[in-house]
């Protein structure tokens, strides 16, 4: 059985590499828009876009995900057993099933033009494996 301290650094481990893959797709996003628009945007607008543009809003369950396995590591409460459990079931949701929602169907095609982000999403699927 693994103790609370292992699935801590199980869970930051896919958060970590979550974030990675975030942040590739956020700047490949801000790129097609500032080349739609012509323009380089200045950092303020690039919040706001990743706030507020709906072509964004495919990235919030992913968003929310991750927050969520944030707050399980910074809990005082001790890991339930449910918790990582739970975030497995939810990442495997997300990455690994082909299930035709618009955020597998973007993040596919994201995989597919981005060959650093593959890396990435294989070092995520090491990292899901070792929650459980």
């Given at each position: 059985m693994k103790s609370e301290q292992?699935?801590?650094?199980?869970?930051?481990?896919?958060?970590?590499?979550?974030?990675?893959?975030?942040k590739m797709i956020l700047e490949n996003?801000?790129?097609?828009?500032?080349?739609?628009?012509g323009v380089s945007l200045p950092?303020?607008?690039?919040i706001q876009i990743?706030?507020?543009?709906?072509?964004?809003?495919?990235?919030?369950?992913?968003s929310q995900l991750?927050?969520?396995?944030?707050?399980?590591?910074?809990?005082?409460?001790?890991?339930?057993?449910e918790q990582p459990k739970k975030v497995y079931l939810e990442i495997e949701e997300l990455f690994f099933k082909q299930n035709g929602s618009?955020?597998?169907?973007?993040y596919i095609g994201h995989l597919m033009a981005m060959p650093d982000m593959m890396i990435d999403h294989?070092?995520?699927?090491?990292?899901?494996?070792?929650?459980?």
């Open positions: 292992d699935i801590k650094n199980s869970l930051k481990s896919v958060s970590s590499t979550m974030s990675k893959i975030h996003e801000i790129e097609r828009i500032e080349k739609i628009q950092p303020a607008a690039r990743l706030l507020n543009d709906p072509s964004l809003a495919w990235l919030r369950p992913m991750m927050s969520t396995i944030d707050g399980i590591c910074f809990q005082k409460e001790p890991v339930t057993p618009d955020f597998s169907k973007k294989g070092h995520l699927k090491i990292a899901w494996k070792q929650l459980l």
